[in-house]
């Protein structure tokens, strides 16, 4: 029996590192990027200098092979800092998973080097009435020759039009069998016939740009079909087994980031003459806190090195993680809001920030209460 994760040296020097990054070039200019909702360009430019950009990518692709505990770690430190900035490595192994999961070497060799280099990769598969129900989209892939031409619109698409890389799910027989009548193809930023629509305005993670995909009668080459024909919606489905594990990591990292902060404000900020860490109903939030975050923690972690292994309980706890764990954020960057006081409802301290940013968490990569109905057919079989 194997123990559920351990943390070596490398993991927490990979921490290190990646917290020195934050401090010094991401959460600086976090507030500015919320402000502006413009995409943090000084994140991406700092992570693709340190090689985490994608650190998930393979050494044999010219990545750097961190594992997924390790790509977990990177996320979770900067989405302490920075919860838009953590989107970039995150929805890089999102975009990408379909094509490691799934793909041929050609498609392989075609775009994991370029991912690695600091081109990014995003993910196409919500339809605006195709969100839970993945297996109702609309868009369309049809033969032509040597390739297929899409037709269709996806939603809900993060860092959409400054990614170069598009998984795209499309169905492919639309009289064929409910979920097995859908392909994954890459599509490529400048392909002729894909457009992109306005930023939608957002509560939180504001830097982090969500556009509409439209594809209008958009050629691709089947070079660029990612596994079988009719496979796609599975192949979809297992990235989502992985890579709930990092919105878990975002989640965790966002908690974190908004109970430090309200640890040094709680420390300093006195009223009745001392300060207020010191009264007890503090020091019980403070306490629940920690308790549910490090809880989240445990659970995130556990769940990364079963994606690691590809366990079969994999479904379960990437679910599982993921809905803890931002439910747990949520909870704590309210209750940080609340022991900052009016000061927290400000946006002179970043709480207010965390708490909006950590929203998102409990809905994106399927919405907690989905995240349910797959932890109980799991345990019911």
Known sequence: MFDLYKLSEE????????????????????????????????????????????????????????????????????????????????VNKLGSMPVIIGGGEEVKQAYLPRLARGEGFSYGLSEREAGSDTAGMKTRAVRDGDGWVLNGVKTWITNAGVSEFYTVMAVTDPDGKRGNNITAFVVEKGDEGFSFGEKERKLGIKGSPTRELFFEDCWIPDSRRVGEEGQGLKIALKTLDHTRVTIAAQAVGVAQGALDYAIDYVKERKQFG????????????????????????????????????????????????????????????????????????????????????????????????????????????
């Open 11 to 90: 993991h927490e020097e990979i921490r290190a590192a990646v917290r020195d990054v934050v401090e010094n070039k991401i959460t600086p200019f976090a507030a500015e990027v919320d402000a502006d909702s413009r995409y943090p360009q000084e994140a991406n430019d700092a992570l693709i200098a340190t090689d985490f950009f994608a650190p998930h990518v393979g050494e044999e692709y010219g990545g750097v092979g961190a594992d997924a505990l390790a790509t977990a770690i990177v996320i979770e430190e900067v989405a302490r800092g920075c919860m838009s900035s953590s989107l970039i490595p995150a």
């Open 274 to 381: 001392k300060r207020i860490a010191d009264f007890q109903a503090i020091q019980f939030m403070v306490a629940d806190m920690a308790t549910k975050l490090e809880a989240a923690r445990q659970l995130t972690y556990a769940a990364a090195a079963k994606s690691e292994r590809n366990d079969d309980d994999l479904s379960f706890f990437g679910a599982a993680a993921k809905a803890y764990a931002s439910d747990v954020a949520m909870e704590i960057t309210t209750d940080a809001v609340q022991l900052l006081g009016g000061a927290g409802y400000v946006v002179d301290h970043p709480v207010e920030r965390m708490m909006r940013d950590a929203k998102i968490t409990q809905i994106y990569e399927g919405t907690n209460q989905v995240q349910r109905l797959v932890m109980g057919r799991k345990l019911l079989g």
